[in-house]
Structure formats: structure tokens, C-alpha cells
């Protein structure tokens, strides 16, 4: 199970933190992803990072601005988003594995608008 939060409404440049908890499975193994939904488009792959923390993905829209991270203590994956923009407003998945979009949770809504 995957669980969102940390979604809402912010404003262009400002930021979020968005947090996922996982359970039913060996977090401190698998690699984990956000990926994002516009209403009408496809879920995009949005940023990952690898079992032990060590490596991760951006795509390129996001790069500089978010970052990921993880503890495996906590069983918990964070998506740190700063500087955003009103085109970053998407419904926002937590995702078991690399690059991945189907083993995901309900979402957090993050909108950014002034």
C-alpha cells in the first residue's frame, strides 16, 4: 500500500513537500518514483531513486527544482519540490519502482496558482 500526502495549493516559486508511505512490502528494497497526472494527458514519470538512495532520476522539467529522497527507517518516500510552476499542477502518484507509473497510490493534488 501506498499512502500520499503533502499535496495543496501553492503559489508559482513556491513549494511543497510531498510524503508517500509504503507498507505491504520491502521498501528498504525496491525502488520507488513519483509520477504526475494532468486531467486528459498520460501519467508522466516524474523522478525515481534506487533502493539505497544512491542514485536518482529527473525528468527534465523538474530537474533543479525537485528532489527525492527516502528513509527506509520510516518506510517513507519524500518529493521535495521548490521554485514551482503553475504547469507542475497535476494529480501526484508515489509508485513502486524505477521509472514506473503502475504500482502506485491514490494521489495528493498539488496545484500551484496564484
Known amino acids: 500500500q501506498l499512502v500520499e500526502s503533502g499535496g495543496g495549493l501553492a503559489q508559482p516559486g513556491g513549494s511543497l513537500r510531498l510524503a508517500c508511505a509504503a507498507s505491504?512490502?520491502?521498501?528498504?528494497?525496491?525502488?520507488m518514483s513519483w509520477a504526475r497526472q494532468v486531467p486528459g494527458k498520460g501519467l508522466e514519470s516524474v523522478s525515481s531513486i534506487t533502493s539505497g538512495g544512491g542514485i536518482t532520476f529527473y525528468t527534465d522539467s523538474v530537474k533543479g527544482r525537485f528532489t527525492i529522497s527516502r528513509d527506509n527507517a520510516k518506510n517513507t518516500v519524500y518529493l521535495q519540490m521548490t521554485s514551482l510552476k503553475p504547469e507542475d499542477t497535476a494529480q501526484y502518484y508515489c509508485?513502486?519502482?524505477?521509472?514506473?507509473?503502475?504500482?502506485r497510490g491514490q494521489g495528493t493534488l498539488v496545484t500551484v496558482s496564484s
Open positions: 505491504g512490502f520491502t521498501f528498504s528494497t525496491s525502488a
Open positions: 509508485v513502486k519502482g524505477w521509472k514506473a507509473t503502475l504500482l
